[in-house]
């Protein structure tokens, strides 16, 4: 079996979670047919299931990379994961990456008691076992969360999909490093906490994907303000790993604490931390802010829509995709 491993400068969109379900497969279409390279689906819980959003956007397109983001290791069997992953990656050789992390904490007690009592050994046994599955190989001795001891797959794809470990913070980075592919970071990702996450991560040839909240138009000032609100809950306490490496982490957590929440937050901060923390402006300003994501290390970057009409941004979006020659 052969691995993919992708280039850099690569330039992805995300599915929305709430995009009506009749411009699903219509969105994935034209985001193909505008030039992105990648396309990734979002698997939160009380929306859509992101192995069968995949499903649905790999048959309905021809090139475009399927990226799933982020699959629960507490909720969905590792065993059962490789199966479906494997498929997936049979049907589709070369289109698909596989983003794992421990899950949300209110959303996995929710969902039956799924929060584990260690995130990092529930992660480091569950892409332990899942590259060995998708690699043909058995499934390694149990573990404290993950059993799947003897377990082999018998269809197992000629492309081995990627798995990317949707972690922040040092400790969970350095993890991913040693486990699996690369890294997702799901939240908006500076340059400077894109560079961060790489020295933790301890490698140069893993991938590294982001997430960042975008607008683009020919009204710079415009784009900013349509991304603002997605903004609002990076100066939470728990994005403290995506805060501490910005060049103004200082004034940005002194003025989170001057407002009575994010909302505020997002709406007053200074122009320059929107357009540090966002891929938006101008064309040019957008190309820019990708450029420099990927010039901190980045492979994928990949653009969440901002505003009420997702499918209508993907063209402007797209404006902001490199000129490849």
Same mark, same amino acid.
């Given at each position: ?10 330039? #992805? ?5 709430? @995009? ?6 219509? /969105? ?40 799933? #983001?982020?699959?629960?290791? #507490?909720?969905r069997n590792a065993c059962f ?6 498929? +997936? ?6 289109? +698909? ?15 039956? #008691?799924?929060?584990?009592? =260690?995130?990092?050994?529930? +992660? ?15 499934g390694p001795a149990d573990g404290? /969360? ?25 400790? =969970? ?9 690369? @890294? ?8 400077? /906490?894109?560079?961060? =996450? +790489? ?11 982001? /997430? ?64 540090? @923390? ?37 063209? =402007?979006?797209? @404006? ?6």
């Amino acid at each position: 079996m052969t691995e993919t491993t992708e280039l850099p400068g690569r330039v #992805g969109v995300m599915l929305p979670r709430d @995009l009506p379900v009749h411009q699903v497969l219509p /969105y994935a279409r034209r985001a193909e047919e505008l030039g992105f390279d990648e396309l990734w689906v979002v698997e939160d819980l009380g929306w859509r299931g992101g192995i069968a959003q995949a499903a649905g956007v790999l048959a309905a397109t021809e090139r475009i990379t399927v990226g799933l #983001g982020i699959l629960p290791a #507490g909720a969905r069997n590792a065993c059962f994961a490789a199966m479906e992953l494997a498929t +997936l990656a049979q049907l589709h050789p070369g289109r +698909l990456t596989a983003g794992v992390g421990h899950g949300m904490r209110d959303w996995m007690d929710q969902a039956g #008691g799924a929060w584990p009592a =260690s995130p990092l050994t529930l +992660l480091r046994e569950y892409a332990t076992a899942l590259r060995a599955l998708l690699r043909g190989q058995d499934g390694p001795a149990d573990g404290r /969360y993950v059993r799947c001891h003897g377990v082999r797959l018998t269809e197992t794809p000629e492309v081995v999909p990627p798995v990317v470990l949707g972690v922040r913070g040092p400790r =969970s980075q350095a993890l991913a490093g040693e486990v699996a592919d690369g @890294l997702l970071l799901a939240e908006p990702a500076a340059p400077a /906490y894109v560079a961060a =996450s +790489l020295r933790h991560l301890g490698r140069t040839d893993a991938q590294v994907v982001t /997430y960042d909240v975008a607008a683009v138009d020919e009204d710079g000032e415009a784009a900013v303000a349509r991304v603002r609100a997605g903004l609002a809950a990076i100066g939470e306490p728990d994005w403290a790993p995506h805060i501490d490496p910005l060049p103004f982490a200082a004034e940005f957590r002194a003025h989170r604490a001057a407002c009575a929440d994010g909302a505020q937050f997002a709406r007053t901060m200074p122009a320059e931390w929107v357009r540090a @923390l966002a891929v938006t402006g101008t064309p040019a300003q957008a190309r820019a802010a990708i450029a420099a994501r990927h010039a901190a290390g980045a492979t994928c970057v990949v653009l969440a829509p901002a505003g009420p009409d997702p499918l209508g941004a993907l063209k =402007s979006l797209a @404006l902001a995709l490199p000129d490849r020659g």
